[in-house]
């Protein structure tokens, strides 16, 4: 029996602190410049870059040249990154966390970006070197600790991934997705039960969690129970059809049906 989903790369997402304080930047630009709406400009670029991204990269760039500084730099990475030129966006956000005279919260969430880039670029070990070093910056934020597990899952070390979830949920008192990442790490380190328990946690948290049911039909397979790991995952692609846990779902539905044949 082949189980084809193991950790799932999470999307590019923006830690609320880096969008909130790229605004007040915005806002804070020189009065030569005050012609521009900077605020509204780093929501508008931050909004086209995830329908339009070659078209967001090109007003970034522009707006930068027009005052836009960090922010419209953001900009620019985060386009970079739906373009999926993961690695020059990494290069960019690291670059601006250590050129940022602002609040560590701010550089912490700058690497958290750029940690998440070079994992959409298969570098979890470079990953894992960034989001330690945000950690230093700022240790008990559970997003950063969330994805230094995600980090090291993948590169198979998932006692120390457990270590980071287990903190994050402790500081946190638990996400969906810590809870669902810890399954899939239990899952690898022969703890089904544990498993299955976070995954009951995740789901209650949010029904329709896409890891969390991937996960769950991981381990009902495991256990012999092929109906409910089709309808887990047959709900994954219903959900969340266009995801890397739908991916797997279907690779892990193609191979049960095949095993069958």
């Known amino acids: 029996m082949t189980l084809i989903a193991d950790c799932i790369p999470m999307p590019f997402r923006h830690h609320a602190v880096v969008a909130s304080t790229l605004i007040v930047l915005a806002l804070a ?3 030569a410049t005050t012609e521009i709406d900077h605020a509204k400009q780093y929501r508008d670029c931050i909004a086209l870059s995830k ?18 500084g960090e922010a419209a730099e953001h900009c620019v990475a985060a386009s970079l990154v739906a373009l999926e030129q993961f690695a020059e966006a990494a290069t960019r956000l690291e670059a601006l966390a250590q050129r ?13 970006h750029a940690a998440q880039a070079w994992l959409l670029d298969g570098k979890p070990e470079r990953a894992e070197t960034v989001l330690t070093t945000a950690l230093r910056l700022t240790p ?3 997003d950063l600790l969330v994805d230094r597990a995600q980090a090291r899952a993948d590169r198979n070390d998932y006692a120390s991934a457990i270590e980071d979830l287990n903190r994050a949920i402790d500081i946190h008192g638990g996400s969906a997705d810590a809870f669902a990442f810890r399954a899939t790490a239990q ?3 022969e703890q089904p039960e544990a498993a299955l328990r976070d995954v009951g946690y995740a789901l209650a948290l949010d029904l329709l969690h896409p890891e ?4 769950r039909g991981n381990l ?3 256990k012999g129970d092929e109906r409910g790991a089709r309808k887990d995952w047959m709900m994954v692609l219903s959900v ?16 049960m049906d095949v095993n069958k044949q």
């Open 140 to 142: 008990d934020q559970p």
């Open 187 to 189: 899952r690898h380190l």
């Open 240 to 255: 969340a059809p266009n995801t890397p846990a739908a991916d797997a779902a279907r690779a892990n539905l193609e191979d």
């Open 212 to 215: 969390a049911l991937l996960e």
């Open 51 to 68: 329908i339009a991204p070659n078209e967001a990269f090109g007003s970034a760039l522009a707006w930068r040249d027009l005052g836009g």
């Open 29 to 31: 630009q020189p009065a």
């Open 220 to 222: 009902r397979r495991i």
């Open 100 to 112: 940022t005279r602002r609040a560590a919260s701010i550089k912490a969430g700058l690497l958290g």
